[in-house]
């Protein structure tokens, strides 16, 4: 069973920094995208940044050049480092894997099958 924990969400204000880890269990998935993912009550989920095994990146329009997504295979975790933070990043993050990779279809929801819970970002201005 994949299991998917987030950790490191929280509140700060508009210019900082935070991190998030995503660590990953209970799968096998030899090829695979790893990705996060946003939302904001009454919106759509929004793909932020999505990482595959070939080390293949992509990211939002919207956090282009302030956020990194990153992974430690030996630790089994996702990273998102989040720069110069926004009052409309505000958000709950999600982190997601799927067991393919298709570069063009990167930050498309519904090509993940397994999630985590989310954790609350909250950035003030």
């Known amino acids: 069973q994949v299991q998917l924990v987030e950790s490191g969400g929280g509140s700060v204000q508009a210019g900082g920094s935070l991190r998030l880890a995503c660590v990953a269990s209970?799968?096998?998935?030899?090829?695979?995208?790893m990705a996060w993912f946003r939302q904001v009550p009454g919106k759509e989920r929004e793909g932020v940044a999505a990482?595959?095994?070939?080390?293949?990146?992509a990211y939002s329009e919207s956090v282009k050049g302030r956020f990194t997504i990153s992974k430690d295979n030996a630790k089994n975790t996702l990273y998102l480092q989040m720069n110069s933070l926004k009052p409309e990043d505000t958000a709950v993050y999600s982190c997601a894997v799927r067991a393919f990779i298709y570069r063009s279809r990167m930050l498309l929801s519904g090509t993940y099958n397994n999630w985590g819970q989310g954790t609350q970002v909250t950035v003030s201005s």
């Open positions: 990482i595959d095994t070939l080390g293949s990146t």
């Open positions: 209970g799968y096998t998935y030899s090829a695979n995208t």
